[in-house]
């Protein structure tokens, strides 16, 4: 079905090592191939071969052979490849047209010239198929990161391409629509369909996928069937940076939960979009201060918008944060407040990572600038446009200028989504000297590798409202267990 043969691809004006070398590949009609490796190690690049991206929308030097069914893809405009492949991108909302989800879903059905009814029928099989009924009829703009990505995967089970390429498709998710996902996955595959995942998230697919494809430095370096892949241990996985296939067997790392006097007391943290309609509703929330709390809940319970109303970047929020003697209202929490965001194009300002991480500091301090880069292992990009890196490199650029904001409270809004194993724990170990250093950190994430490592706290919220909230220890880290594997 699809075969690339000796390609090699560098980008257009590029000055970092990121490129594609001699790529041999064949994937069989209604195969399952998932691709895996460190961030920036290619896969990104070899999904965008496969769909068409390079060379019609990122431009370079390409050579080799890419065939989709016996078709040179060179040869094919991006039009015609569309119809034969469908693609969710790591960002869903950079691949969204229509301002409503049940227009999104009808967009590329449309565009084939498809009969109404045809098209009507196929989003109420979708609807019903990824139990996606409370999404319809939807502002896409505000809904959460995690319900946009449902919506993404939800157009391409609408258009029922034969090939289908995802690039991190579960980054934003949360277990159980993780576990839907897969599903999905899976029922496209009974379908006969041919599908290419790039992920960090292994272990949902362990049971789906036929084959995995490990990439280094832009070259294929090994691959397994799944079978064979199911057998590595954890500590052969961990040296490839690979993430976990057992989410079962991941152990709490051992945080000081000691319980203190100090505490963060957040008043009246309520908000709504429209009026009567509250999609955050807490009177008074106490937190630990100087610890690494876990946010957690499901796609669309008000993370992420108790998360910004912490920062004091909602307009018309009201609720109050008391710390110690002081009370800070939404002027003075964006003074003592910094949020990562989920989506973190919408933070980077600049011209080079080195300006950007700059940019969050009081005072200009060029030593500690490569500290936290060399951090982070970006120092070989300091001088590379934000823009021009790969979706986790933005997120660690991110990461990067909330530390050096020396904020007393940082929020981190799913600050590993799309990572690997090594940058997860170089992330977890940042947030870590974060609280070293006397900070409060508020994680927002369905990563519970990274709770794991990093959590001594954790609220549980539902529907804009505090679930439970509790230290995390031994025994109730089995408690937290059970909701991701759910």
């Not at 199911?230 to 961990?238: C, F, I, T, Y």
């Not at 940076?241 to 008043?267: A, F, Y």
């Not at 993370?303 to 018309?316: D, E, S």
Request: with cysteine.
């Amino acid at each position: 079905m699809i075969n690339l043969e000796g390609v090699s691809f560098r980008y257009e004006n590029s000055i970092s090592d990121n490129e594609i070398r001699n790529i041999n590949l064949n994937i069989k009609k209604g195969e399952v191939v998932l691709l895996c490796g460190e961030s920036g190690c290619g896969k990104t690049s070899l999904t965008r071969l496969i769909n068409g991206l390079i060379p019609n929308y990122f431009p370079g030097d390409l050579s080799g052979k890419i065939e989709i069914d016996g078709q040179d893809v060179a040869k094919l405009s991006l039009e015609e490849i569309s119809k034969k492949v469908g693609s969710v991108f790591q960002n869903p909302r950079s691949q969204f047209y229509c301002m409503d989800t049940n227009s999104e879903l009808a967009f590329e059905c449309e565009n084939q010239g498809l009969p109404v009814d045809d098209i009507l029928q196929r989003i109420e099989l979708t609807v019903s198929r990824l139990h996606i009924e409370d999404l319809m009829n939807r502002n896409i703009f505000k809904i959460s990161g995690g319900e946009k990505q449902k919506i993404a995967c939800a157009c391409i089970h609408t258009s029922s391409p034969e090939v289908i390429v995802l690039d991190e498709p579960s980054s934003n998710l949360d277990s159980q629509a993780t576990k839907s996902l897969g599903k999905i996955i899976k029922h496209w595959k009974d379908e006969g369909k041919t599908i290419i995942l790039a992920e960090h998230r292994l272990h949902y697919l362990k049971d789906i996928a036929d084959r995995m494809i490990f990439m280094k430095d832009g070259e294929i370096e090994r691959e397994f069937k799944m079978d064979d892949a199911k057998k590595l241990e954890s500590d052969e996985l961990a040296s490839m940076g690979l993430r976990t296939l057992k989410v079962k067997d991941l152990k709490l790392e051992g945080q000081n939960t000691n319980i203190e006097d100090r505490e963060i007391e957040l008043l009246d943290f309520c908000y709504s979009f429209k009026k009567d309609e509250k999609v955050l509703d807490i009177e008074k929330l106490n937190l630990p201060k100087g610890k690494i709390i876990g946010l957690i809940g499901h796609n669309g319970a008000g993370k992420t918008t108790f998360g910004r109303c912490l920062c004091g970047l909602n307009k018309k929020f009201k609720g109050k944060i008391r710390l110690g003697k002081d009370t800070f209202k939404k002027k003075e929490c964006i003074q003592n407040a910094y949020m990562v965001m989920q989506d973190v194009n919408h933070q980077l300002f600049t011209e080079s990572v080195v300006e950007e991480v700059s940019l969050s500091m009081k005072e200009d301090d060029e030593k500690r600038v490569k500290e936290i880069l060399q951090s982070l292992n970006l120092s070989q990009m300091e001088e590379l446009h934000p823009m021009s890196l790969s979706g986790g490199q933005k997120q660690r650029v991110a990461i990067a200028s909330a530390i050096a904001s020396e904020r007393e409270i940082i929020v981190f809004d799913e600050p590993t989504s799309g990572l690997d194993l090594k940058h997860m724990i170089h992330v977890a170990e940042n947030l870590i000297k974060l609280k070293d250093m006397g900070k409060t950190i508020l994680i927002i994430t369905h990563d519970l590798e990274l709770i794991l490592r990093t959590c001594e706290y954790i609220v549980h919220m539902e529907s804009g409202k505090i679930e439970k909230s509790y230290f995390l220890d031994e025994k109730t880290s089995y408690k937290l267990k059970d909701f991701f594997i759910e």
